[in-house]
């Protein structure tokens, strides 16, 4: 079953990489507008690209949804376990992108930061990405 939740994020890595294809072969343009990436195609590439992104967010959110456990009715249960048999709380964080700005958030300070490292690695991968087709 974990094979199948990475189905969605691979199928949405390679229309990304069919769209950067077609934007090289000239096949395709990208714009900003406002925050928001648009893409125009012309070629068959960018038509391959678009669906399948399209179909790779579609798959993400099914397939990790099809994945979760349905809730419990009724009033939670108290366990009886003791200290050795909890599970340690979970850790979550995230960055996202408003232009060029990467917005970080986490459940703990270190998690946080990990979120802000990885928001500045991408901003400044975004940025020679930006100035090499700029200068091209």
């Known amino acids: 079953m974990r094979l199948a939740r990475l189905l969605g994020p691979a199928i949405l890595v390679a229309g990304l990489i069919a769209l950067a294809l077609a934007v090289m ?5 990208v714009y900003l507008i406002l925050v928001i990436p648009a893409v ?9 690209g678009i669906l399948l992104v399209f179909l790779g967010f579609f798959l993400t959110v099914f397939l990790g949804l099809a994945g979760a456990a349905p809730p419990m009715p009724g009033p939670p249960q108290v ?3 003791g200290p050795r048999d909890a599970k340690p709380p ?11 700005i990467p917005l970080v958030f986490g459940s703990d300070p270190q998690m946080t930061r990990t979120m802000l490292i990885l928001g500045v690695i991408l901003f400044l991968a975004l940025l020679a990405v930006t100035l090499v087709v700029l200068l091209a």
């Open 25 to 29: 072969r000239g096949e395709a343009n």
């Open 79 to 81: 366990s009886e376990a």
């Open 40 to 48: 125009v195609g012309t070629g068959p590439l960018a038509v391959l």
């Open 90 to 100: 979970s850790r979550w964080g995230g960055v996202v992108f408003l232009g060029p």
